[in-house]
């Protein structure tokens, strides 16, 4: 191994590899590798240039085994930023310690006396370059020891029900539900971010951990060292972005279904929430209010005069969104131009087709700013000029007809190198020229993210998930996740996505234990497919906004009077804790806090909370345990040590215990830290 030291900068060489580190922000490094010096020159989710760092570089040698029996000298280098240092052997293991203590090891079974776990046979390494045929990307594999009871956490959202993500395997790849964010936390006091867009897979078993880039031309990983998750996420949320603050007015209700189909269905919804003297913030127009996708307008049989809606709406102190599809209809006026241009996703092979719900399309491609600009443009002159406020980037995936990476080409490259980035490019489509636009932030919702979508006003929900108790607890545990990954702005769909019949008392009860629980969440959204379907469509057309289906009515007030009482009981609790709320979204635009935290995050010292997956603490003030099943009516609460007040009794509790608390249908169990 050759090394030089410059200025901020270890480098190496061996084997046609130039391996680099540096100093990236406090107590951080920065690792790279290239096969001959074919550097990239992306910083991919890096976007925040830190102050360089002032770093130790030693170089120097160690003793080693020559598989002969005998010991020699091998060189060998170390590079210290703060608390963290990099110690690079001979073959180019690389070894991480903080305050001196191991933290993580790159894997190595090869030959050599002084390398991981001593001389090994099995000729793996821990950094493999394989060609992918016929073009200049390598399939990249980066190995690490793993380590007897670490605990994983973040990666941003993955439907199942690990908190802990140790022993698990993780598709790095976007879909529906799925949010590929690949930042993790781990519980001996690091943080790592393997800062490829690049389709793949990360391993966390128990014999080592394995990173996977399907195509990719360099290898690139971040890792920070400190004392607690909170410490950890800020420093990773100081390099890669944090959220901006939140708007006020849109920390209330917000009201969705799928789908109003009209303008006055929208208005008679809103004017009966005043009459409620209940205030929605933000009301959303879903998808095929349109003519056919890609047309990004308002069907005017259906939608004669947006203007006055969107005026009305704002008289009552309401803001509107309307949702918008990367999808384009071949059918569509702007297809044809998008396609002439080079604007759209291509394919490798077959037919020009990536999407193909209800219409043959293919989606643009936000990596080209061509792309970004002809689409703004025209949702400028179709829905800004009206006063539309923001936009619901629905499909941000994208979600493609078949997940089949290796098919789609992006102008950046191939979408196996790079495809986990589409959903916060097609958020820069909008956020960017909103804000250049807005003195105030632009906040769009999102289906998809990748690391540093935070910076992009993007309110992320979790896609269209199942009506079940299954499926709930899963979201908890996807936004707890997602959270610790750099996201704060996350919610769900209230009750789940797609319920089969809303008169189903067992579903009425999974709606109100869901609402219970997004009060204490960073939005309260409501929405939902919501049958039985036997609403009859507004015309007999195969096209426009009056031939799909609609689902049933969820408003507040749609599910009896029994449960809209609890629900505008909630609504005021979630209307109460205003303040509160907007010091959490400050913290996230200070320090990268999420407003759902792990008790980890606020118990670092308490082992125990290192266990729970089943509460959580929403800010540093409140302990929140949902109720997760069926005709559950009381649970367990762990409560760490201090003074806790139970905030539907009052009654004042000595923590560092568990408890049995009552959780009758009206209440959801909190306890408030005094």
Known sequence: MQFNAEGNVLTARRGGETLRIEGWGENSLRVRAVMYDGWTGNDWALTEQPATPDCKILIGEEESGNGDGTVGKVPCAEIINGRIRA????????????DGELILREYYRSYGGTLSKGSRCLKIVNREWKGCIGGSEYQLTVKFDAYEGEKIYGMGQYQQPYLNLKGNMLELAQRNSQISVPFMVSSLGYGLLWNNPAVGHAAFANNYTEWTARSTRQMDYWITAGDSPKEILKNYTGVTGRAPMFPENLMGLWQCKLRYRTQEEVLTVARQYRLEGIHIDQIVIDFFHWTVQGDWKFDKTYWPDPKA?????HSMGTRVIVSI???????SENFAPMMERGLLIRTERGAAQTYDYQGDCVEIDPFNPETRKYIWEVCSRNYAAYGIDGFWLDNSEP????????NYRYCAGPALSCSNMYPQMFSRAFFEPMRAEKEETPVNLLRCAWAGSQKYGNVVWSGDVPSTFEAMQEQLQAGLNIGLAGIPWWTTDIGGFMTDDVNDPDFRQLLIRWYQFMVYSAVLRMHGDRGPY????LDERDWGGGYLHTGQPNELWSYGEDN???????????IAMHDYIRELYREAHENGSPLIRTMFYEFPEDE???????QYMFGGRYLVAPVLHLNEFERDVYLPAGTWKNVNSGERI??????RVQAPIEEIPVFERV
């Open 87 to 98: 110690a690079v052997n001979f073959a180019g293991v690389i070894s991480f310690y903080r």
């Open 564 to 574: 809209y009482r609890i629900m505008r009981k909630y609504y005021d609790v979630r």
């Open 309 to 313: 809606m969107v005026d009305e709406l």
């Open 534 to 537: 036997n609403i009859p469509p």
């Open 608 to 614: 125990k909370c290192w266990e729970l997956q089943d």
């Open 399 to 406: 979600d493609y007809g078949v997940y089949d990476f290796e």
């Open 654 to 659: 000595e923590g560092g215990r568990s408890i």
């Open 325 to 331: 599809w990367p999808s384009v209809d071949r059918k």
